[in-house]
Structure formats: C-alpha cells, structure tokens
C-alpha cells in the first residue's frame, strides 16, 4: 500500500472512532414528572425534588432528563397524562399528591413509581406496607390527614370566639371523606360547628368564598388539595378582599398573603422524592424502598396580613 493512501485510510477510521463511540453512549433516563396541579406555583417544588435528585448524582439536561405532565387541576385528565408516559417509555414516573399517584398505579405494574402524598398508602391501595412496598411503587407521605384536626383547633386559638368553622374541600380528591372525618372530629372536641363547603373549579372558589361570609362563619380552614395548591394567590386574595381568617397546610399561602398556614413540610417531602427517583435510576427496586414520612411540621404566620386585620377591627 502506497504511503499516501495508508495516510488518507488511516484518516478517515480517526474520524470514524468518535462517530463510533457516540453511538455506543446509552442514552439519558427520562422521569416522568407527573402532578394534578398547574406549573405556575409548583417553582419551590420542582427545586426540591431537582435537588433530590443531585443529591444522589442525577442534574436534569446534564445525565438525566424530566417531562412535565400537569393536570391543571382536572384530575379526569390524570389517566391519558400518565398514558402518554408510559407510551414514552419514562424509566420512573413521580408522582406528587394522591390523585397523580393514584391515577400513576393505576395504569401501570411494571414502570416504577415514587409518589407523595398526604395520606395513609396502604389504606390508598398503593403500596402492601410502609416498610415493604411490594410491586412497583414506593414513595412518601407528608402529613396532611393526621393534621386535618389539629388545623381546626389552631384556627379555633385564632378566633375564639368563632363557633362555625368553615372547611373547604375539593370533592375530586380521595382523600378529602378523610380529612372531613379528621376536622368533624376536631371541631366536635371543641365544642364547634364545621360547615363543608366544596370546590373544584375557581368559580366553585368563589362561590364557596361568598357562601362563607353569608352564613357569618369565624374562620375558614382550606383542606390540602393540588388543585387549591395551584390557585394559592387566589384563595389569599379573596381572604383578603372578603377579611376572612383563613388557614392553610402549607407555607405559600400565608407568603401569597394568606393570613396562617400549618402543615407538614412538603419541600422536604419532595426532596425526598427526588432521592428516592434517582436510586430508581442507579439500579433500586421500589418495593425494597421503604415508604417513609415526613415528620416535618410548620406554623406559618403573615404577620403583615395579621396586623391589617387587627387595624381594620379596631
């Protein structure tokens, strides 16, 4: 072979080696990021589960990529947002809060599951046990239901003289019976009245805010909820504009300029989340994944909302 071809042959296989070796690179995972609510409030959550998930080596767009599905609030989209999922091949779908997660089980038995949410698993029907998940789905709980009455008595300490108490729920999620029997319990103690007004779209919020008001109730609870969690500024404004004492499960609230908020820690849920996905992705099972709990718990108090209200009574 003469020098000059053995040169241009020898050429053209160096070219042809990285050609080679990006053919070979296996491709990123790809999360499904799965919610009932809408983007627009959930910034402080994706953080937290983003962080999760580089706690255990895993940063989206570097060697892990996320899809986004949001229901918006309409939980009856849940079962074709998670089809499109599965269709898409995710290597593990997170699921945050119970209708995601119960829409995620139901659909599939094999893609693996991390879900969070505000309630018993087991009782949900996702998982055999807290510390043998079995199948393929593990996850979190923050506490939420085991608050429900505990939120009642605080927003009774904050209008004492209150003898309704108005719950807020929507009656989409599974577990609002639950939180409903949980404040019903918590008022009874008290010696309170609970009125259950219900909500699922922002005109059903608006109603339920004129509803309130109408019937003279002290103080308003909003139970925890992912479509109420999508619409927080909302839900503050008209406490404001309606000077309703209203008390919430989590942090945004009262920093949307609600008056209180009591709950469970959901950021450090989500984080949790995050961890639990990224072990998926290095190899975990998730029935050897324990279901664990956020114990995690926060009183919230808009201090500026408070003294408004305390200037405008006086």
């Not at 790809?30 to 589960?49: K, M, Q, T």
């Not at 961890?275 to 108090?301: F, H, N, R, W, Y």
Request: with cysteine; proline share 5%; hydrophobic share 45%.
């Amino acid at each position: 072979m003469k020098r000059r071809e053995f040169i241009t042959l020898l050429g053209g296989t160096a070219v042809a080696w990285p050609r080679v070796a990006r053919a070979q690179q296996p491709a990123k995972p790809v999360i499904g990021f799965l919610s009932g609510a809408s983007p627009d409030s959930y910034a402080p959550i994706v953080a937290a589960f983003r962080q999760g998930l580089k706690e255990v080596g895993y940063v989206e767009g570097q060697n892990v990529a996320i899809e986004y599905r949001w229901a918006d609030g309409h939980y009856d989209r849940l079962p074709d947002v998670v089809a499109d999922l599965i269709r898409r091949r995710v290597s593990v779908i997170a699921a945050l809060g119970t209708p995601a997660s119960i829409a995620a089980k139901t659909a599939t038995s094999t893609t693996p599951i991390v879900f969070t949410v505000g309630s018993d698993p087991v009782q949900l029907g996702l998982v055999e046990s807290m510390n043998r998940p079995g199948g393929n789905v593990t996850g979190m709980t923050v506490l939420t239901t085991e608050l429900a009455a505990k939120r009642v008595e605080v927003a009774h300490e904050l209008v004492p003289t209150a003898t309704l108490i108005g719950l807020l729920v929507n009656p989409g999620n599974p577990i609002t019976e639950d939180m409903i029997r949980a404040s019903q319990v918590g008022a009874a103690t008290l010696g309170l009245q609970l009125d259950v007004l219900q909500a699922s779209t922002e005109a059903e919020i608006d109603a339920a805010f004129a509803i309130f008001v109408q019937r003279r109730a002290g103080v308003l609870v909003i139970s925890a909820d992912s479509f109420f969690n999508s619409h927080l500024e909302r839900l503050a404004t008209l406490a404001i504009r309606h000077r309703v004492p209203a008390i919430y499960d989590t942090r945004v609230f009262a920093t949307s300029g609600g008056l209180m908020s009591n709950g469970g820690d959901y950021l450090d849920s989500y984080c949790l989340a995050g961890v639990d996905t990224g072990k998926i992705l290095k190899g975990d099972k998730p029935a050897d994944l324990p279901v664990q709990q956020s114990t995690k718990v926060e009183l919230i108090i808009n201090l500026k909302h408070s003294a408004s209200r305390c200037r405008s009574r006086c």
